[in-house]
């Protein structure tokens, strides 16, 4: 398998983790479950007497994963190609690697190429697979090709399909395994990162909705806290009317002073001119008691007016 | 099977991998779930708001409308309403509002006979009646001008009483004055 940096590798790890824990995970589910929604995944491309690979299976997948191998139909409509190399093209050979080692994948196999590989590396590759664990030990059973079958089998499989693989097995049940190259699909456009955005763009937009309703959530609390404010001055002023309804029936009910001042500007030109005032007194808020006194044949009349505050009686 | 995996503890693997497919499961899901649970919340909660608020609207919008007629039926105004003002304010100003009274009859030539002070007098429903009585004598015409000053325009009267005194046309007169202001007896709550 070609690395394409350290990104692909640790992208590649961690996908591969992934895999083993949804196939753990799945292995412990119903079958009804994992293997509904069957559809096909790819072509079989597989190697004859000649050395000449030439479709011979499709192989299915379940919306969980699991995988099928089925013949053809004729209909496979697909851009996805596995060329699986001849067993008797693979030099197979299982080393047991400390536990230490295996944590490091690849990287640790690089350096212990010399104990597997009898063909110089330039002309090989390998892909390989976990084998058991024994103690403290790991086995990591190793596939190794000369680059000459994997050219072919790759021209193979890029003549039929624009995403393709090289594997080293792929058994009955349609588990593929010791994959030795793949399309140079960039990491970018691998689906994984498809649905990535996919999922990416769903959350853009569940937040944008989500702060646009938190908005109108706070417009709509505003709008009635002000309503609410509104329904207590109204009560407030409601029950202050009430109150000075009751302080006017008991009788309290000072008049103001311009009322008095302008209710007495009006009296003086309405006295007739031999009267005389003698006294000016509010009368229960409503009205001037007005007491004038005219002197007629010498003796002094008094007389008493109410002069309403209002105007003119 | 990983390299990686077969490192890990053949006891745990089953829930190591369990625990991995749960922790993407809700790594993926539950920031989706929260923002739908958020939106739809939300959204039941503008839909009730928008109905509630209109109702609220209606009734308020009624309400409003009774109050204005039943302001303008009494023929109450904002001099009414100030009863409701702060008691200790309202009190410090109708004093300084009856003194300045007092100074300036007395600035106008007139004799302050009687100065009662400023008087408290406990009401019904938490209402006090603040007074300040004056009687003063002197000319008429400047008693009536200072009383008719705007400057005093604030104060109300609950006595006024002017009697003429001397010779009829004389324009002396004996006048008992007092100022009423009418205050609650604690701050009102709004």
New interface residues.
């Given amino acids: 398998m070609q690395q394409s940096g350290v990104l692909a590798s640790w992208a590649a790890?961690a996908g591969?983790?992934?895999a083993?824990?949804?196939a753990?995970?799945c292995a412990?589910l119903p079958s009804a479950v994992t293997q509904a929604g069957w559809r096909l995944h790819a072509v079989l491309l597989e190697a004859g007497p000649d050395r000449t690979y030439t479709p011979s299976a499709r192989l299915e997948t379940s919306w969980l994963g699991a995988r099928r191998r089925r013949p053809l139909t004729g209909q496979e409509k697909t851009s996805r190609a596995i060329a699986v190399l001849p067993r008797d093209a693979q030099y197979r050979r299982t080393l047991s690697?400390s536990?230490t080692a295996?944590?490091r994948?690849r990287r640790a196999l690089e350096l212990r190429r010399d104990e597997f590989s009898p063909i110089p590396a330039d002309q090989s590759a390998y892909a390989?697979?976990?084998a058991?664990?024994d103690g403290d030990r790991?086995?990591?059973q190793i596939a190794l090709v000369r680059r000459s079958d994997l050219d072919r089998a790759r021209d193979a499989a890029a003549a039929s399909a624009a995403d393709w693989r090289i594997a080293g097995e792929c058994d009955e049940r349609g588990d593929v395994d010791f994959i030795l190259a793949r399309s140079g699909t960039s990491l970018l456009r691998r689906p994984v990162i498809g649905w990535l955005a996919v999922?990416v763009a769903?959350?853009i937009l569940?937040?944008s909705?989500?702060g646009r309703?938190?908005r109108?959530?706070a417009q709509?609390?505003t709008?009635?806290g002000g309503?609410?404010e509104?329904?207590?001055?109204?009560r407030?002023?409601?029950d202050?009317?009430d109150?000075?309804?009751?302080?006017a029936e008991?009788g309290?009910d000072?008049?103001?002073?311009?009322v008095?001042?302008t209710g007495?500007?009006g009296l003086a030109d309405s006295l007739p001119e031999d009267a005389?005032?003698?006294?000016?007194?509010?009368s229960g808020?409503e009205a001037?008691i007005v007491q004038t006194?005219r002197l007629t044949d010498g003796r002094l009349e008094r007389d008493q007016t109410h002069w309403p505050l209002g105007g003119e009686e | 099977m990983t390299l990686l995996a077969e490192t890990l503890p053949a006891r745990g693997r089953s829930a190591i991998a369990w625990a991995t497919i749960l922790w993407l499961v809700l790594v993926f899901a539950v920031p989706v779930v929260l923002l739908a649970a958020n939106i739809s919340g939300a959204l039941g909660h503008v839909g009730g708001a928008a109905s509630e608020n209109a109702l609220m609207e209606e009734r308020i919008g009624e309400r409003a409308g009774a109050l204005q007629a039943r302001l303008a039926e009494s023929g109450r105004t904002d001099r009414d309403l100030a009863v409701f003002d702060d008691p200790v304010e309202a009190a410090e100003t109708f004093e300084a509002s009856a003194v300045a009274v007092r100074d300036a009859l007395e600035a106008a030539g007139l004799q302050i006979r009687a100065d009662g002070g400023l008087v408290r007098t406990d009401l019904a429903d938490g209402f006090l009646k603040l007074s300040y009585r004056l009687q003063f004598s002197g000319p008429v015409e400047p008693a009536l001008s200072v009383l008719s000053d705007p400057a005093h325009a604030s104060l109300s009267v609950e006595v006024f009483d002017l009697r003429a005194t001397g010779e009829a046309g004389s324009g002396e007169l004996n006048a008992t004055v007092e100022f009423v202001r009418i205050s609650v007896t604690e701050p009102a709550d709004d």
């Fill in positions: 790890e591969a983790f992934i083993w824990a949804a753990k995970v412990s690697l536990r295996a944590r994948g390989f697979r976990a058991g664990s790991v086995g990591v999922y769903l959350l569940l937040i909705l989500a309703f938190e109108e959530v709509a609390d709008q009635r309503w609410l509104q329904a207590r001055e109204i407030s002023l409601s202050r009317l109150r000075l309804d009751t302080l008991a309290v000072p008049v103001p002073l311009p008095v001042m007495l500007s005389s005032l003698e006294r000016i007194r509010l808020g001037l006194g």
